[in-house]
């Protein structure tokens, strides 16, 4: 009975250490993977159920969230992604890592942040915005350029997020600030990985929270994005 009970505790012990093992490498290589994704830090954390060393070990995930940091997502300066992914199959195909079955984010853009994108993204004209402001009830931000501004409402278009300009006071011709705009936001919905689109947008009153997905996505092999190379 003594020798039994020394051998379950054995075995309980190496499974709890075998576990705790498999989180810390996991840990290592997906922070890594979704830092390098959105260029910002990250941390990570998993469904228990099924015990995660057998997750690990099958190479099938059921749940995966994503918390960054909240500094920038890409060229989105302050901006703050919570991202969930569902069934996660990681089987090299020689073009793909393997599959996500679901994935869902929140993405939370703060007026300030959006002032440092538009003046980081667009020379010229982005260096004379000095505040953003936000019209919750209207669904419209407002880009203040002095004794200039510019009115716009993000919109969902065929998946991706726009700024549409509704108004524009000052000597800005509304076709250029639009132009400028559309540049803007096509650069950043092109660098979503993994089909990622837009769904919805809100205006809050601190900033503007969009909610993205994608269903069945191939995880890219490191020719073709190279931040997926240590999967």
């Known amino acids: 009975m003594l020798l039994a009970v020394i051998v379950i505790a054995a075995l309980a012990g190496g499974l709890a250490g075998a576990e705790l093992y498999a989180r810390h490498r996991a840990d290592d290589i997906l922070v890594d993977v979704a830092e390098c994704v959105v260029e910002d830090g990250a941390s990570i954390s998993y469904g228990v159920n099924p015990p995660f060393l057998w997750q ?18 890409q060229s989105a300066d302050g901006m703050t992604a919570e991202v969930t992914l569902q069934d996660v ?18 993405l939370t853009w703060t007026a ?7 003046a980081a993204n667009l020379p010229g004209v982005g260096a004379l915005i000095t505040a953003v402001r936000t019209d919750p009830a209207a669904g419209t931000i407002v ?19 726009n ?9 800005f011709p509304k076709d250029t600030v639009q132009s400028a705009l559309n540049d803007l936001t096509k650069k950043l919905n092109d660098n979503y990985p ?15 929270v969009g909610t993205f997905s994608s269903r069945d996505a191939s995880i890219p092999n490191e020719e073709t994005n190279r931040c997926f190379a240590r999967l």
């Open 194 to 208: 993994l089909g990622i689109q837009a769904d919805s947008v809100e205006v809050t009153g601190t900033g503007v």
């Open 89 to 106: 199959r990681l089987h090299d195909s020689g073009d793909a890592k393997g599959t996500i079955g679901k994935l869902d984010a929140t």
């Open 56 to 73: 690990h070990l099958t190479g099938h995930y059921t749940n995966i969230s994503v918390l960054t940091a909240g500094d920038r997502v």
């Open 143 to 161: 880009l203040d350029a002095g004794s200039a501004a510019v009115t716009a409402r993000p919109v969902v278009t065929d998946g991706d997020l």
């Open 112 to 118: 300030d942040g959006i002032k440092e994108t538009v």
């Open 163 to 171: 700024l549409e300009v509704l108004d524009v006071s000052g000597p």
